[in-house]
């Protein structure tokens, strides 16, 4: 039995598809928004969690994508070294019109705009991770390896100690 998914988790269903990986999208009934949220609903750990988090690059102005560790907080000043600029906060209007996608939902991939992407080196320790894929309750399983892949992302050291 196929369940039709919702038009922003086919979106990410879409872009998976055009990068040729076999990785499948699914709604939860329970929310998936935060990565306790996630880690509890799919069970797994929340280091298992590939939490994406959208930041606004402050001289540019382009949307950063940190796809970063369910346990780790992401440390602003490493993102600046990493792609040349400071950054901040993005507010929930910013993410929605750069990726398509609302805070809780948002995708390592099929975003309204190309994004600069990094890729927290903690989430390469595990065999499988699991990612937002377009709403608050839809996320996907895949290799770290598929991650780096299918988003172009630069994998570094972004973990606030």
């Avoid at 540019?60 to 070294?81: Q, T």
């Amino acid at each position: 039995m196929t369940t039709q998914l919702s038009s922003s988790a086919q979106k990410v269903q879409d872009a998976l598809s055009s990068h040729g990986v076999d990785l499948q999208v699914v709604e939860m009934p329970a929310s998936t928004r935060s990565a306790a949220d996630a880690a509890a609903a799919i069970g797994c750990q929340v280091a298992q969690i590939a939490k994406s988090l959208i930041f606004r690059a402050k001289a540019s102005d382009r949307p950063v994508l940190v796809v970063a560790c369910g346990i780790n907080r992401v440390d602003e000043k490493k993102v600046a070294v990493l792609i040349g600029e400071a950054i901040g906060k993005a507010d929930a209007e910013f993410v929605r019109a750069r990726t398509g996608f609302v805070i809780g939902g948002v995708p390592p991939v099929g975003h309204a705009e190309a994004l600069t992407t990094l890729i927290d080196a903690d989430l390469l320790a595990f065999d499988e991770i699991w990612a937002a894929a377009g709403t608050p309750n839809a996320v996907f399983r895949l290799l770290p390896a598929e991650l780096v892949t299918i988003t172009g992302g630069l994998v570094g050291d972004v973990k606030a100690t």
